[in-house]
């Protein structure tokens, strides 16, 4: 039997009979969990919004970069250090993943850099913390990458292609990165009694932002109903926030950790972990900019890039140079 896919013609000419025709294929297509491709017809909202989206996470794999790379001077020893260098420099390289799925839907990275410098786009509320012990760079492993992953299996789903493409592998890095985020907690854990202070006192203060990370709650959540319509995001802001929390509890056992939670406990009626309240205060705060390092993130990141002109300019006259290119390289 043809598929949807089959069927869908290369371009739209713009007529309106054929906007709904097109929209009828994209529809079929959607309903059958087939990909959407670039080239394919799609709405100008779900464009929209996957750009919106992509973007972000995009931004918050960069800005990402700045709490962890404070540590690399002061890791404890050559093996920490190693690993933690290839953790941020993965995160650089899902950044260009994302990047470059966004430029499929037809955005520049130019311009997306430019919105997210000029705080028109946002990044992660997460990354406005700061790392102020070693012990931060386990719990970031731990919750922050654990948090990222639940999120993002189901993101290697998504209905739009480049997107689910780039999750499959970012999803496998993210992985290792929740790896060697546990165990160093757990070495923590099982060291010193200043030592297991330390990584307790991590946990302590990453817990909540990494629920905060889910997004608002459901009823407050703009945009994940039609997300979940058009098959971008698969599970709800709090489908996803109560799947993390039900795999963190056995996990903080296992490490000898306490998630800072007086209200936590299994409700055996709804087969989860009941939570308490998280303060959404504090999170619109941040996501204006009021958190505790949204000036130092943005700043750092302005820097960065002007910093790396350089680099961009003589990429670009490299290309020109060698493959007669005209297309602007990024750096
Ligand atoms: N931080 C900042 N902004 C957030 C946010 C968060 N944690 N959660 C939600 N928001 C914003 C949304 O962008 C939206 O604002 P906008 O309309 O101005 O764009 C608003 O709050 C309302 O939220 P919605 O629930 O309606 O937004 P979404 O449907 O987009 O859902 C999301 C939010 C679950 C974060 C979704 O965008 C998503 O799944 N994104 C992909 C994953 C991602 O971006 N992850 C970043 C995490 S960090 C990371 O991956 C790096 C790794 O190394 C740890």
């Known amino acids: ?44 909202a ?9 973007a972000q996470h995009a931004h918050s794999e960069i800005i990402g970069m700045q709490p962890e790379a ?25 950044g260009l993943y994302l990047y470059g799925a966004a430029e499929t839907l037809g955005t520049s990275r130019d311009e997306l850099l430019d919105k997210l410098h000029t705080g028109r786009q946002k990044y992660s509320s997460i990354f406005n913390y700061p790392t102020l012990t070693w012990a931060d760079v386990g719990a970031i492993g731990w919750l922050v990458d654990g948090a990222a992953i639940t ?25 290792f990165h929740q790896r060697q985020g546990y165990e160093l907690l757990l070495a923590l854990s099982r060291g010193t009694p200043e030592q297991h202070a330390m990584a307790q006192d991590a946990v302590n203060r990453w ?16 945009h994940s109903a039609q997300s979940m319509a058009w ?26 950790l306490t998630l800072p939670d007086p209200d936590l406990k299994w409700n055996e009626e709804r087969g989860h972990h009941d939570f308490g309240p998280i303060d959404w205060t504090e999170f619109w705060e941040v996501l204006k900019g009021n958190g505790p390092c949204n000036e130092q993130r943005l700043t ?32």
């Open 1 to 44: 039997m043809a598929t949807a896919a089959a069927h869908r013609p290369a371009r739209a000419d713009g007529t309106a009979a054929d906007a709904t025709a097109y929209e009828a294929v994209f529809d079929a297509a959607v309903a059958a969990d087939e990909r959407i491709e670039p080239r394919d017809w799609m709405p100008d």
């Open 46 to 54: 779900y464009r929209a919004t996957l750009v919106r989206q992509i």
């Open 70 to 94: 404070n540590w690399i001077t002061r890791a404890p020893s050559l093996r920490r250090k190693a690993i933690l260098m290839a953790k941020v420099q993965d995160e650089a390289g899902h």
């Open 151 to 175: 999120n993002q299996v189901p993101l290697c789903r998504c209905s739009y292609g480049p997107y689910a493409r780039a999750m499959v592998r970012i999803c496998k890095e993210e992985s």
């Open 207 to 222: 817990w909540w932002p990494s629920l905060m990370m889910f997004g608002p709650p459901d009823d407050e959540s703009a």
């Open 231 to 256: 098959k971008i995001k698969r599970h709800s802001n709090d489908e996803l926030r109560q799947r993390f929390v039900d795999i963190c509890v056995p996990q903080a056992q296992s490490l000898g």
């Open 300 to 331: 750092q990141r302005k820097q960065a890039h002007e910093e790396g002109a350089w680099v961009r300019e003589a990429a670009a006259a490299y290309a020109a140079k060698h493959n007669g290119g005209t297309g602007a390289q990024h750096a």
